[in-house]
C-alpha cells in the first residue's frame, strides 16, 4: 500500500541524551586510575597497610560501575515523527523496551513549561485523558531548540 502525500511525515526527531566522555576516554580514564591505584598501592604495600590497597581497589571499582551505570542510562531514546495524519512518539528504554505513543496531530496539544531562568523545564504531548513526556534528559538549551521546531511542524501540521 502506497503512502499517500498527507502520511509522508515531514518532521523527524531522533532524541539522546549526550554524554561527554566516549568510549576511548572511558578507557583512558580508567588506565589512568588503574595504574594510579597501582603504584599508590604498591607504596602503602610497602609500608605495611595493606587495607588501604584494598580500600582503593574499591573506590576504582565503584567508579567503572557508575560509568556503566551511566553509560546504560544513555541508552535511551525518543524517535518523533510527525505528518499531517499522525504524531508518532517510539520511546526506548535503557533495557530495550520499547513503546509506542499514536497522536492525532490536529487534536493534541504541545505543552512547554518554562522557568524564568533556566528555559524549558517540561515539554509535553497531550490528547484528552494521555500525556506524554518528551526529552527530560536533554540539556535547556536542546529543550528550547526541539521545543521551537516542533512546535512550528505541529503548526504546520495542522495548516496554520
Given at each position: 500500500?502506497?503512502?499517500?502525500k498527507?502520511?509522508a511525515?515531514?518532521?523527524s526527531?531522533?532524541?539522546?541524551?549526550h554524554?561527554?566522555?566516549?568510549r576511548?576516554?572511558?578507557?583512558?580514564?580508567?588506565t589512568v586510575l588503574?595504574v594510579?591505584w597501582?603504584?599508590?598501592?604498591?607504596?602503602?604495600l610497602?609500608?605495611?597497610?595493606w587495607?588501604?590497597?584494598?580500600?582503593?581497589?574499591l573506590?576504582?571499582?565503584?567508579?567503572?560501575?557508575?560509568?556503566?551505570?551511566?553509560?546504560r542510562?544513555?541508552?535511551?531514546r525518543?524517535?518523533?515523527?510527525?505528518?499531517?495524519?499522525?504524531?508518532?512518539?517510539?520511546?526506548t528504554?535503557p533495557?530495550?523496551?520499547?513503546e509506542e505513543?499514536?497522536?492525532?496531530p490536529?487534536w493534541?496539544?504541545?505543552?512547554?513549561?518554562r522557568?524564568e531562568?533556566?528555559?524549558?523545564?517540561d515539554?509535553?504531548?497531550?490528547?484528552r485523558?494521555?500525556?506524554v513526556?518528551?526529552?527530560?534528559?536533554?540539556?535547556?538549551e536542546?529543550?528550547e531548540?526541539?521545543?521551537?521546531a516542533?512546535?512550528q511542524a505541529?503548526?504546520t501540521?495542522?495548516?496554520r
Amino acid at each position: 500500500m502506497s503512502e499517500t502525500k498527507a502520511d509522508a511525515p515531514f518532521f523527524s526527531a531522533l532524541l539522546m541524551p549526550h554524554r561527554s566522555l566516549g568510549r576511548t576516554g572511558f578507557v583512558v580514564l580508567m588506565t589512568v586510575l588503574v595504574v594510579f591505584w597501582l603504584s599508590l598501592g604498591a607504596l602503602f604495600l610497602k609500608m605495611g597497610a595493606w587495607p588501604v590497597f584494598g580500600f582503593f581497589g574499591l573506590d576504582v571499582l565503584a567508579i567503572w560501575f557508575a560509568f556503566r551505570m551511566n553509560y546504560r542510562a544513555a541508552r535511551v531514546r525518543e524517535e518523533v515523527t510527525l505528518s499531517r495524519t499522525n504524531l508518532l512518539i517510539r520511546k526506548t528504554a535503557p533495557s530495550g523496551r520499547v513503546e509506542e505513543h499514536g497522536f492525532n496531530p490536529f487534536w493534541t496539544r504541545f505543552r512547554v513549561d518554562r522557568h524564568e531562568e533556566i528555559g524549558v523545564t517540561d515539554m509535553a504531548v497531550e490528547s484528552r485523558e494521555r500525556r506524554v513526556a518528551l526529552g527530560s534528559f536533554l540539556n535547556p538549551e536542546e529543550r528550547e531548540s526541539f521545543a521551537s521546531a516542533f512546535g512550528q511542524a505541529l503548526a504546520t501540521a495542522r495548516g496554520r
